[in-house]
């Protein structure tokens, strides 16, 4: 699916500019990510229709739904979206199922075309035990759950979710975001969903868009904006690179599942992969400040994850602190070092070295 934006929103004291082309695979989650007051809620209401005063214009799969030159602009109902707010919005005076059943009489096709079932998809975002509650009697993560199968019951060509966990609390983020990722992956409907959260963006995104006052600085695949020098996502203190892979398998003796991806392998505890199966695909955030470097290959050590690499890049992200980018198996791996450590190591681009991750620092 191709998404094509060129919009601009004025306001008194902000303007969004944002012009945007973007591939996104069945089933795949682009996030728009930035600080508050960045535009990344205007810029998704903008493409939802939901922005009177947008101006510009928006093609999906080339098939336009707002441009200037013929003063066209499709109302929100014949954009074939599906919106998630921050709240849930539930019909509160309807039980779980009737909201769903509700859906259900305004969907476009026939339950035989559908990629996946009623009942699957009740049973994937974890719902089936609640269809006879009212909203009321749900916390938020099981709202959210809910709202987010009544939107995909309405059968979107895109569905956008505006920071569509922002109320919950760690566990209940983490679950709902797994379901999430597991439906629309089985739905093979895309998703366009803000956050600032870098956990969130991790955790269920392959792909970025980057905006900073209104304006987008970048997009693309998220660990090559995670590690780009000349990005601000370098200097936040949660800065990070991600690793993609497969789940590998479990070592009960010890409490460890392993990340294949191409020659290397990451051990995590388990426990931070008990949702996973064997062969799933795994993204796996490593903050720079949890990775050391050594120049050769440790003995009798208790790190267990430890990867050869080549120096890509280095530069200073505070003072006394310096980055450093290194490519291991072809997976780029962002360290935060000392200016000191540096000094002593003498490390050069292009040098070979040698990458540690504790196995504690995942959990």
Same mark, same amino acid.
């Given at each position: 699916?191709?998404?094509?934006?060129?919009?601009?929103?004025?306001?008194?004291?902000?303007?969004?500019?944002?012009?945007?082309?973007?591939?996104?695979?069945?089933?795949?989650?682009?996030?728009?990510?930035?600080?508050?007051?960045?535009?990344?809620?205007?810029?998704?209401?903008?493409?939802?229709?939901?922005?009177?005063?947008?101006?510009?214009?928006?093609?999906?799969?080339?098939?336009?739904?707002?441009?200037?030159?013929?003063?066209?602009?499709?109302?929100?109902?014949?954009?074939?979206?599906?919106?998630?707010?921050?709240?849930?919005?539930?019909?509160?005076?309807?039980?779980?199922?009737?909201?769903?059943?509700?859906?259900?009489?305004?969907?476009?096709?026939?339950?035989?075309?559908?990629?996946?079932?009623?009942?699957?998809?009740?049973?994937?975002?974890?719902?089936?035990?609640?269809?006879?509650?009212?909203?009321?009697?749900?916390?938020?993560?099981?709202?959210?759950?809910?709202?987010?199968?009544?939107? @995909? #019951?309405?059968?979107?060509? /895109?569905? $956008?979710? *505006?920071?569509?966990?922002?109320?919950?609390?760690? +566990?209940? !983020?983490? &679950?709902?975001?797994?379901?999430?990722?597991?439906?629309?992956?089985?739905?093979?409907?895309?998703?366009?969903?803000?956050?600032?959260?870098?956990?969130?963006?991790?955790?269920?995104?392959?792909?970025?868009?980057?905006?900073?006052?209104?304006?987008?600085?970048?997009?693309?695949?998220?660990?090559? @904006? #995670?590690?780009?020098?000349? /990005?601000? $996502?370098? *200097?936040?203190?949660?800065?990070?690179?991600?690793? +993609?892979? !497969?789940? &590998?398998?479990?070592?009960?003796?010890?409490?460890?599942?392993?990340?294949?991806?191409?020659?290397?392998?990451?051990?995590?505890?388990?426990?931070?992969?008990?949702?996973?199966?064997?062969?799933?695909?795994?993204?796996?955030?490593?903050?720079?400040?949890?990775?050391?470097?050594?120049?050769?290959?440790?003995?009798?050590?208790?790190? /267990?994850?430890?990867?050869?690499?080549?120096?890509?890049?280095?530069?200073?992200?505070?003072?006394?602190?310096?980055?450093?980018?290194?490519?291991?198996?072809?997976?780029?791996?962002?360290?935060?070092?000392?200016?000191?450590?540096?000094?002593?190591?003498?490390?050069?681009?292009?040098?070979?070295?040698?990458?540690?991750?504790?196995?504690?620092?995942?959990?």
């Amino acid at each position: 699916m191709n998404l094509e934006t060129r919009v601009s929103v004025a306001r008194r004291n902000f303007e969004l500019n944002v012009s945007l082309d973007m591939e996104l695979a069945e089933g795949e989650i682009a996030v728009v990510f930035g600080p508050s007051g960045a535009g990344k809620s205007t810029f998704l209401r903008s493409i939802a229709g939901l922005e009177p005063d947008c101006k510009g214009e928006i093609r999906l799969n080339g098939e336009v739904w707002q441009t200037e030159h013929s003063r066209l602009f499709l109302p929100p109902e014949k954009r074939r979206t599906g919106f998630i707010f921050q709240e849930d919005s539930l019909f509160p005076h309807l039980s779980v199922s009737e909201n769903l059943d509700f859906a259900r009489t305004r969907k476009r096709r026939s339950d035989e075309g559908r990629m996946i079932s009623f009942t699957e998809l009740i049973e994937g975002m974890q719902i089936e035990k609640l269809l006879g509650h009212y909203p009321h009697q749900l916390s938020g993560g099981q709202k959210q759950r809910v709202a987010i199968v009544r939107t @995909l #019951l309405n059968e979107p060509d /895109l569905i $956008l979710l *505006d920071e569509p966990v922002s109320s919950l609390d760690q +566990e209940a !983020k983490a &679950g709902v975001l797994r379901s999430l990722v597991r439906c629309l992956s089985r739905t093979k409907v895309p998703g366009i969903m803000v956050t600032h959260s870098m956990s969130e963006l991790t955790s269920v995104s392959s792909k970025m868009i980057l905006l900073s006052e209104g304006r987008m600085i970048g997009s693309g695949p998220i660990n090559q @904006l #995670l590690t780009h020098f000349s /990005l601000p $996502l370098i *200097d936040r203190t949660d800065a990070c690179s991600v690793i +993609e892979g !497969k789940t &590998g398998a479990s070592d009960s003796r010890y409490g460890l599942v392993s990340i294949e991806f191409g020659p290397g392998r990451i051990f995590l505890p388990e426990s931070e992969m008990s949702h996973a199966s064997l062969g799933e695909s795994a993204r796996v955030r490593i903050l720079a400040r949890d990775v050391s470097i050594v120049l050769e290959q440790p003995v009798q050590s208790s790190i /267990l994850n430890v990867f050869e690499g080549r120096v890509l890049d280095i530069r200073e992200s505070s003072p006394g602190r310096v980055m450093v980018t290194l490519d291991c198996a072809g997976q780029v791996l962002l360290a935060q070092i000392t200016s000191k450590s540096l000094d002593q190591l003498s490390l050069k681009k292009s040098q070979t070295v040698f990458a540690q991750i504790k196995c504690s620092s995942f959990s």
